[in-house]
């Protein structure tokens, strides 16, 4: 069982940013494609971005692309999302999956999931 842990979540301003990191107690996530979502209070969750686990191929949800960035750190075991030019329309609590395989648009049954990490950006 992979048990994923999202950290780096606070309390900012606007334009402020914030890295959120996802990691694996006892596994290399280098063998799973990485997934970041976000649940904003009243909302469904929606897609942020994925990392895949071969190439390192990036994806991104059209409206994010500008100002988030998903990366992995030199030997797998955590992944980034670093989220510049924060505005309150952000705040949300952010999750990281994992998945052996992610298909385009981050498609994938992310069998396991983080708490997630709150992200609160105030105006």
């Known amino acids: 069982q992979v048990q994923l842990v999202e950290s780096g979540g606070g309390l900012v301003q606007s334009g402020d940013s914030v890295k959120l990191s996802c990691a694996a107690s006892?596994?290399?996530?280098?063998?799973?494609?990485i997934g970041w979502f976000r649940q904003a209070p009243g909302k469904e969750r929606e897609v942020v971005g994925c990392?895949?686990?071969?190439?390192?191929?990036?994806d991104y949800v059209d409206s994010l692309k500008d100002r988030f960035t998903i990366s992995r750190d030199k030997d797998g075991n955590t992944v980034y999302l670093q989220m510049n030019d924060l505005r309150p329309a952000d705040t949300a609590l952010y999750y990281c999956?994992?998945?052996?395989?992610?298909?385009?648009?981050?498609?994938?049954?992310?069998?396991?999931w983080g708490r997630g990490a709150q992200v609160t950006v105030s105006s």
């Open positions: 006892g596994y290399n996530l280098g063998g799973y494609a």
């Open positions: 999956a994992a998945d052996p395989t992610v298909q385009l648009g981050c498609v994938a049954s992310y069998n396991f």
């Open positions: 990392i895949s686990s071969g190439d390192g191929a990036v």
